[in-house]
């Protein structure tokens, strides 16, 4: 194989069957339960990187089934989501993901630098509420539980609200372990269909563990929980600050 055709067919790992393919990624029926707690600022302030600003001590626990995403196939995700601004504008910050499918770990990792790990999540609805879960290995980490469509949400709210920037800390190391890529990416979701909405009353409960860490940020109190079904499009990326540059 020529240098010439590496660098036309390099796109992703591995060079001669990329573990994810080309988007555009497009996402259809995607169902979010969304738990909001407030938790301890002095922690949070310890995890959000600069030049991001923590705004309130609140975390948003995000369990998502996807159904049918282009590219990714069939998988559940879950993880926790911190709101935060730059300069002045408000987004999240996407501070630890998990999941069970190889193809959007690799992607997400690669492409936008999502912080996604291997793990067990379920969303599902179980009689009258909506259950989610995550285990990690054998042991149960994170169980939400929300009333199935008790209040109906306004769509065009949500609509906006998943419309807003989203930030994420990109890390690829060298091939001596030094830091190669460290940057600070926005992203956005487009092209967004609203299916519904809906609220209800909730709980989360998060236990300890070493290698999924979401019990750090400790549930002070339930805020706010939302249930949001939705068509969109996963748009690519835009370095906002690189801790690398001199």
Known sequence: MKQSDVRNQAFAMPLTSPAYPMGPYRFIGREFMIITYRTDPDLLRKVVPEPLQLTEPLVHYEFIRMADSTGFGDYTETGQVIPVEFEGQAGGYTLAMYLDDHPPIAGGRELWGFPKKLASPTLRVDTDHLLGTLDYGKVRV??????????????????????????????????????????????????????GAWSGPASLQLEPHALAPVADLPVLEIVEARHLVADLTLGLGEVIHDYLAK
Do not use: W
């Not at 807003?164 to 269909?193: Q, T």
């Open 142 to 195: 994170a169980t939400g539980t929300m009333g199935y469509k008790h209040r109906e949400l306004d769509i065009a709210e949500q609509k906006k609200r998943l419309s807003g920037p989203n930030f994420l800390l990109k890390i690829i190391p060298h091939v001596d372990g030094s830091p190669r890529i460290c940057e600070l990416v926005r992203y956005y979701l487009k092209d967004i269909v609203m299916q």
